[in-house]
């Protein structure tokens, strides 16, 4: 008995799988494998591509619509060739598409907020999917964030760009960046809605001291961040950055108080 044939008609086998693949990735460079009808094979790539093409341009709408249709399938289809997928799921191609972008596209005539617009985009689309939920528990929805502990959601994610990416659309597409960063925050509410707001650095900053110091009070937060500030007047930092906190409340950034 030759127990080498199994293993040679497993090898077969894996190379024709392997030019199948191959052939769907890119059929301009790689030919039709023998033995199949070229008709049948387009169906196959007709499905595959649009797939791929589908869940991109559902996961990057503003991205897909300041791109001809011709860039737009040429940037595709370059990605289905050449990027390696480390995830067989659909639902992770964004993700794939990013890294695709961030590390493996290089085309000069792409425009400079490329990459920060897809990463905006992936960002809505992942808060709009995360299995992250308010809690409903601990929290005291209508407490005082000064005498309390300020309770950040969990959905509610600080982002800095160079591009005022929130902006961009078909009539809007800048050459070169502001001369001031845009800082988002972008979050997720009761409801499932994704919002954005935009803020000044004062209220990332103090974003940025919640995150840090959730064992701090509303006032013990911005007593700190007049002494980093050293502001000559105190209690206008600390009335200003109260304002700011209950309107954060408001868009459900920010919960309320730890329950004590």
């Known amino acids: 008995m030759n127990h080498n044939v199994p293993e040679k ?24 494998p023998p033995g199949i009808e070229d008709r049948r094979m387009a169906i196959y790539r007709e499905i595959f591509y ?59 005539d792409d425009p400079a907020f490329l990459n920060e617009l897809a ?30 502990k300020p309770v950040l959601s969990p959905l509610a994610w600080l982002l800095s760009y160079n591009f005022d990416v929130h902006h961009i659309s078909p009539d809007y597409q800048p050459e070169k960046a502001p001369d001031t960063p845009t800082i988002l925050i972008v979050y997720r509410d009761h409801d499932d809605e994704v919002g954005f707001t935009e803020v000044n650095p004062i209220t990332a900053h103090l974003i940025q001291s919640l995150q840090l110091n959730p064992e701090q009070t509303g006032r013990e ?28 409340r408001d868009s459900e950034i920010l919960l309320g108080i730890r329950d004590k």
């Open 119 to 148: 990463h905006y985009e992936w960002v809505e689309l992942a808060l709009s999917i995360s299995e992250l939920e308010i809690p409903s528990e601990g929290i005291n929805c209508d407490g005082d964030f000064l005498t309390g």
């Open 50 to 108: 649009n797939n791929i093409e589908g869940l991109l341009s559902d996961g990057f709408p503003v991205l897909r619509s300041v791109y001809n249709d011709d860039k737009w399938h040429q940037m595709v289809r370059d990605f289905y060739h050449v990027h390696k997928s480390k995830t067989p799921y659909f639902a992770k191609v964004v993700e794939e598409f990013l890294d695709y972008l961030e590390n493996e596209r290089d085309n000069p």
């Open 9 to 32: 008609l497993q090898a077969e086998f894996t190379r024709k799988q392997y030019e199948f693949a191959a052939h769907i990735r890119n059929p301009e460079i790689n030919p039709c």
């Open 221 to 248: 937060i911005l007593e700190n961040i007049v002494k980093e500030l050293n502001h000559s007047d105190p209690d206008v930092v600390i009335t200003g950055g109260h304002e700011i906190m209950n309107q954060l």
